[in-house]
T-cell receptor, first 112, second 117 residues
Framework: EDQVTQSPEALRLQEGESSSLNCSYTVSGLRGLFWYRQDPGKGPEFLFTLYSAGEEKEKERLKATLTKKESFLHITAPKPEDSATYLCAVHPIKAAGNKLTFGGGTRVLVKP | KAGVTQTPRYLIKTRGQQVTLSCSPISGHRSVSWYQQTPGQGLQFLFEYFSETQRNKGNFPGRFSGRQFSNSRSEMNVSTLELGDSALYLC????????????????FGPGTRLTVL
């Protein structure tokens, strides 16, 4: 069964204190791995798609990396507006259609 | 380009009632997926529609159903509501240019918050 585990569940950071979020996955084959950001009461907002091990993508203070078993989301010098829940999802090769399997998310709070 | 829209944004129903939620995908997107989000279970896949056909279904009871119209708009229905159906229901659309599934990005709407009393 496809599984996605995110750690830690929650993260409290001081403004400017860089950190990394982990997404470990177990799938028979990976079509793609997605990172989303979700603010309270809103739908997930797309951040990155990664397709193969070794791939990296960056956007402002965020950088996502992918290995064969896990992905990391690095937050460099975070600001309070980076506070959100970050969700990781996988699209397995054997999944019929467009089904994504999500992890439980990491709640990030950045204090000024 | 307008994003994914969902209506209504909030709903309060009582046990035993039924409810219909609506989703309008991004213009040109042909695939619509539905997810349920709860604090305990997180985001769980309900079903996906492509070209008016259900292409995949998650592990939910038959009380949960959906459909897609020729303009790609989609509705989901929950019959005989239970307290445990209280959740944020999210719709996501993706381009899916062909019948064979590809890894297109899914873009989510704001969700419909359903409360069952």
């Amino acid at each position: 069964e496809d599984q996605v585990t995110q750690s830690p569940e929650a993260l409290r950071l001081q403004e400017g204190e860089s950190s990394s979020l982990n997404c470990s996955y177990t799938v028979s084959g990976l079509r793609g791995l997605f990172w989303y950001r979700q603010d309270p009461g809103k739908g997930p907002e797309f951040l990155f798609t990664l397709y193969s091990a070794g791939e990296e993508k960056e956007k402002e203070r965020l950088k996502a990396t992918l290995t064969k078993k896990e992905s990391f989301l690095h937050i460099t010098a975070p600001k309070p507006e980076d506070s959100a829940t970050y969700l990781c999802a996988v699209h397995p090769i054997k999944a019929a259609g467009n089904k994504l399997t999500f992890g439980g998310g990491t709640r990030v709070l950045v204090k000024p | 380009k307008a994003g994914v829209t969902q209506t209504p944004r909030y709903l309060i129903k009582t046990r035993g009632q039924q409810v219909t939620l609506s989703c309008s995908p991004i213009s040109g997107h042909r695939s619509v997926s539905w997810y349920q989000q709860t604090p305990g279970q997180g985001l769980q896949f309900l079903f996906e529609y492509f070209s008016e056909t259900q292409r995949n279904k998650g592990n939910f009871p038959g009380r949960f159903s959906g459909r897609q119209f020729s303009n790609s708009r989609s509705e989901m229905n929950v019959s005989t509501l239970e307290l445990g159906d209280s959740a944020l229901y999210l719709c996501a659309s993706s381009p899916q240019r062909g019948a064979r599934a590809s890894t297109d990005t899914q873009y989510f709407g704001p969700g419909t918050r359903l409360t069952v009393l």
